[in-house]
Every structure is written in structure tokens, then in C-alpha cells.
């Protein structure tokens, strides 16, 4: 199965994404763990990592080119899990010709949806451990003690309401992409992890 994941910065994409990939047997393919791996290996020009700091959105043909390398990997074979890809509708016309050129298609969109105003409180005050990529909240799910928690440059207010803004004016328009073709699932992304991830899983039938 190939899914794609949407939502705003903070909607939880990538925590709910963690549990339908163990469900479905499927990798994780989350565009800001690939980019953050690509700057950290040195194959990031200096103007595209200081656009990702502040908040502004990574050019098409990047994204879309570290995507397509990604799904020629072995473990994409039996499907995966577009985490924060596509983010325009160029990058989803895109995303669908890659997969049918492999004779696949996306089976299911799931949009999380969630209030601005909490989407903010969820991304400024979310923290990284560094050395096991495990995401934890200072007010929701505090890190244990001993965690080597870091605050991402591109989690302070001012980022996430640049993004905000950037998922309104261009993201949102994928919503409709996938509606239109009658593979969207809204999903309310309010309440417990656990809650949500029922409600996710049925979504996805499973």
C-alpha cells in the first residue's frame, strides 16, 4: 500500500506515521528526515539550508529528485508512507507518475486536520532526542531524564507561523488533488496519540 500523509507542521504526521508503518510492514518516507540527512552529509547547498531554517519550502526538483532516488530502494517494494511529500501539486503530479511508470498508484491520502493555534503550542515547545530521533513534548510527553533532547532551529513561532502560512497558500492545494481523485481521508487529529491512531487506522481500513 502506498500512502501519503498530510497536514500542518504539527498535526502529528510523523508520530502517527511511525504506527501505520509498523502495521502495514511499510517504510517511512518523511522528505525532513531525508533532507536533514542530506545537509548533515554535506550535499545541501548553503542558501536551500538556510531557506529550511526559517521555515521557507525546499524546491520542487530537490524534493522530487531525493524522493525518486528513496522509492528505488529495496524496501519500498511492497508500498510506503509519503511522510510530509508531496507538499504541491506539482510534486504530487510528480509523485504519481514515478509510482505508475512501477505500474503503482497512491491507494490513500490521510489529512490530519488540527486548530492553528494548537499546532503551534505542539511545535514550539516539541523537543528531538539526538541520538534515537525520538520526538517528545515538554508539556504532552516529556522527555525521561537523561534524554539528549534538542529544540530545531526551525521550531520557534516565528518558523511555524511562517510555515503555516506556506502550508495555506500551496500544501492545502493537495487536499483537493487527492480529493478529486477519491483517495482522501480527513482524519480529526485532536486528542490522545492513541485515539487518533484508531482513527487513522480506520481510515486506512486496517
Request: with cysteine; hydrophobic share 45%.
Amino acid at each position: 500500500m502506498n500512502v501519503v500523509f498530510m497536514g500542518p507542521p504539527g498535526a502529528g504526521k510523523g508520530t502517527q506515521a511511525k504506527f501505520v508503518c509498523e502495521k502495514l510492514g511499510i517504510p517511512q518516507l518523511s522528505t525532513g528526515d531525508i533532507l536533514r540527512a542530506s545537509n548533515a552529509a554535506g550535499k545541501l547547498p548553503a542558501a536551500l539550508v538556510q531557506a529550511m531554517d526559517t521555515g521557507g519550502l525546499v524546491p520542487d526538483d530537490v524534493v522530487i529528485g531525493l524522493i525518486g532516488d528513496r522509492i528505488n530502494e529495496s524496501d519500498c517494494v511492497g508500498g510506503a508512507l509519503f511522510d510530509g511529500f508531496p507538499r504541491t501539486v506539482p510534486q504530487a503530479e510528480a509523485l504519481g507518475a514515478m509510482l505508475a511508470a512501477r505500474g503503482l498508484k497512491i491507494d490513500i491520502a490521510i489529512a490530519i486536520e488540527v486548530p492553528s493555534d494548537l499546532l503551534i503550542e505542539r511545535t514550539v515547545l516539541r523537543r528531538t532526542d539526538k541520538r534515537t530521533g525520538q520526538i517528545y513534548h515538554l508539556k504532552y510527553n516529556p522527555p525521561p531524564p537523561g534524554a539528549d533532547v534538542v529544540h530545531r532551529a526551525d521550531d520557534t513561532e516565528e518558523s511555524v507561523r511562517t510555515r503555516l502560512d506556506a502550508y495555506a497558500r500551496v500544501t492545502s492545494a493537495v487536499i483537493p488533488f487527492y480529493e478529486e481523485a477519491g483517495v482522501l481521508k480527513r482524519v480529526d487529529g485532536v486528542g490522545a496519540v492513541g485515539e487518533v491512531t484508531k482513527r487513522v487506522l480506520a481510515a486506512l481500513g486496517v
